[in-house]
C-alpha cells in the first residue's frame, strides 16, 4: 500500500519562500517510478501542474512558474521537495504530491494534500 504524504508549513508570509516535503512510504521493494509531481488547487479554481523530477533527476516546470520552482529528492529518504520563492496571495491552495509508476504510466499515487495559505 503506497502512501504518500506532503508537509510543511501552512502559513507562508508574502515575498517568503515556500517549502514543501513528499515522503514515500509503503509498497513492496519492487515498486519502481518513473516521475513524481506537484500539483497545486486554489480555492475554487481547477488543479494546475506545477513541475516533475523524473527518475534520472531531470526537471520540468509549468513555463507559468518556472523562474520560481525548484523540484529536487533525496531518494535515501524517499522524499521529494517543493520550494516556491517570492510567493503572494495568488499562490493560496492545496497543494498535492504524485507519483507515477513504471508499470503504469499515470499519476496513480496521490497525497491527501496540504493546505497553504499565503498572507501577513
Known amino acids: 500500500q503506497v502512501q504518500l504524504q506532503e508537509s510543511g508549513p501552512g502559513l507562508v508570509k508574502p515575498s517568503q519562500t515556500l517549502s514543501l516535503t513528499c515522503t514515500v512510504s509503503?509498497?513492496?521493494?519492487?515498486?519502481?517510478?518513473?516521475?513524481w509531481s506537484w500539483i497545486r488547487q486554489p480555492p475554487g479554481k481547477g488543479l494546475e501542474w506545477m513541475g516533475v523530477?523524473?527518475?534520472?533527476?531531470?526537471?520540468y516546470y509549468s513555463p507559468f512558474l518556472k523562474s520560481r520552482t525548484s523540484i529536487s529528492r533525496d531518494t535515501s529518504k524517499n522524499q521529494f521537495s517543493l520550494q516556491l520563492t517570492s510567493v503572494t496571495p495568488e499562490d493560496t491552495a492545496v497543494y498535492y504530491c504524485?507519483?507515477?509508476?513504471?508499470?503504469?504510466?499515470?499519476?496513480?499515487?496521490w497525497g491527501q494534500g496540504t493546505r497553504v495559505t499565503v498572507s501577513l
Open positions: 504524485a507519483a507515477r509508476p513504471l508499470s503504469s504510466g499515470a499519476y496513480l499515487y
Open positions: 509503503g509498497g513492496s521493494d519492487t515498486t519502481k517510478y518513473s516521475a
Open positions: 523530477i523524473t527518475y534520472d533527476g531531470s526537471t
